[in-house]
């Protein structure tokens, strides 16, 4: 293995490399890629990561204060932190857990099962029949590290569990994750309640300057001050936008939905050509959208759970909403399937099908390669961004938090950060965004899919486009500005990175910062 440095800013970013001659060319590769393997790829990888990432910061001699684990994939370095304490100090593995506990702290991202690694203990015997020793372990109390139950000679080894066994703190990305977690892993706390199982949460943030445009973001020097990027978790620096005249920030958000267009025609025409579409329709991409229009945006992997065509549940219905002559409504998707996900890949094929109906051909975009240039496009550029998936499987997201940075109003499902950032007025209404469906949920997907899809229409028909067209002799939607202003100053000073990482300081990094870590059933009992 080689180590290559990146220097970040002022961070410094250690990258670890298989691709070494002297490797043999499988392994050569475990690096290049991150999905696609088999099981087998992937936990190689995941050694390489944990074991060869605490060997490789010992070998630099860093001695870090914290390893934070972010999901389970690296989740092996405790084995490693525990194997480099054994040999130091001869002390048994049960006498240094706590020391290792004592320095790593973990983070668990999905609630989606396909997110949490497991491997069968065959897998794990040819890995670490080796290792187990070296840590004063018999195969069974090892594999119990990362076995939800003891007892069945089956139970895979999962890494979310073997992270959750040994860090002193846990925590999930929004509240509502939080407490779907502590749910999810009441099985390794049996004497607890489910609110007392030891997962906090930090919500998810985003970097300001890094999503919100240049063209706003003079706008902010202008009215909160040169130094606003610095005081992002400010409320009452955010409060300032208030002062900012309407048709100033109007005409700024037009030409951002403007350069929108123009990426997206290009793109969109580029991807025709490239699939052998027939000439009128590649020369159609130069008309796509049209930017005194309503536009939504929706970008994501097209993972079912997101319900990328939702949308299309009700066709007729969409039509007359996108179609509409005097008060249209376009949308711009961008995103890629999972390359093993059918499922993913028949929604994205549905949506390209649509693009082309003959009423709506000019409304409907759809980006292939949805990278971070097309985002930062998109989430600066739209009016809406909507989001809908299937509660509560949204851990965060972090895509609608950009919008609001760049004055997107965001129209979203209550899952993830938006169960935290939508704030309602008193007639009920959303003062700065929109819900989608009821704060519940029911395990009958096809009737949850029936009440959100009602409730999008509803909305669009009765709520988003009429306040966006209501618009004065200049064109200036006033009401609508008057939303967009209350997406960027209640949600700015919370969903941001500064926020975020004090909250890591203070409820996980700090010496004092400890929860009560899941007790190893291997200490208890085997
Ligand atoms: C922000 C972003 C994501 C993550 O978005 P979520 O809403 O958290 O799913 C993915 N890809 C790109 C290109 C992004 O900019």
Known sequence: MQIWLAQVGRVKLYLL???????????????????????????????????????????????????????????????????????????????IEQTVRNSCVFTTHTPVPAGHDVFSPDLMDSYFAN??????????????????????PWEPFGMTVLALRLSRAANGV?????????????????????????ISHITN??????????????????????DWSSRVADPEMWAKV????????????????????????????????????????????ENLLDPKVLTIGFARRFSPYKRGN????????????FGNEQRPVQIIFAGKAHPADEEG??????????????????????????????????????????????RPLEASGTSGQKVCFNGGINCSVLD????????????????????????????????????????????????????YYDQDENGIPHGWIEMMKASIKTNSPLFNTDRMLVDYVAQMYAPGAKVDAAPILASVGV
Not at 133 to 146: I, N, T, V
Not at 451 to 459: A, F, G, P, R, V
Request: hydrophobic share 35%; aromatic share 10%.
């Open 174 to 198: 929004s509240e509502l994750h939080g407490e779907v977690s502590r749910k999810m892993w009441q099985i390794l706390y049996p004497d607890r309640p489910e609110n007392k199982v030891p």
């Open 205 to 226: 943030g985003v970097h300001a300057r890094t999503w919100t445009a240049p063209l706003l973001g003079d706008l902010y020097s202008e009215y909160l001050g040169e």
């Open 310 to 321: 939702l949308l299309l549940r009700d066709a007729e219905r969409a039509l007359r909403i």
């Open 416 to 467: 993830g950060w938006w169960c935290e950032g939508y704030k309602v007025g008193a007639d009920g209404k959303g003062l700065n965004g929109w819900a989608i469906g009821e704060d519940a949920n029911t395990s009958d997907q096809e009737l949850q899919d029936r009440i959100d899809s009602e409730s999008l229409y509803k909305l669009l028909e009765e709520e988003i486009v009429p306040l």
């Open 242 to 285: 208030d002062e900012i005249p309407d048709a100033e920030l109007w005409w700024r958000h037009q030409v951002l939905k403007e350069r929108l267009i123009a990426h997206t025609r290009s793109k969109v025409k580029v991807a025709r050509q490239n699939r052998g579409e027939d000439h009128d329709f590649i020369q159609a991409a």
């Open 345 to 390: 890949k028949r929604i994205i094929q549905r949506l390209m099908d649509w693009c082309k109906h003959p009423a709506i051909r000019y409304r409907v975009a759809f980006i292939e390669d949805y990278d971070i240039y097309t985002g930062q496009k998109l989430v600066q550029g739209v009016d809406v961004w909507l989001n809908n998936p299937r």
């Open 131 to 152: 290792y187990w020793p070296q840590l004063g372990l018999s195969r069974e109390q090892f594999l119990a590290l990362g076995a939800r139950r003891l007892g069945d």
């Open 17 to 95: 490399d298989t691709d070494r001659h002297d490797n043999d060319p499988i392994d050569r590769w475990l690096t290049g890629h991150l999905y696609g393997g088999n099981q087998d790829t992937r936990i190689a990888q995941e050694v390489v990561l944990g074991i060869g990432g605490v060997k490789a910061l010992t070998a630099l001699g860093i001695k870090p204060s914290v390893y934070h684990m972010n999901e389970g994939h690296a989740a092996f370095c405790t084995l490693e932190i525990a194997r480099e304490e054994i040999q130091k100090t001869g002390k048994s593995f049960y006498d």
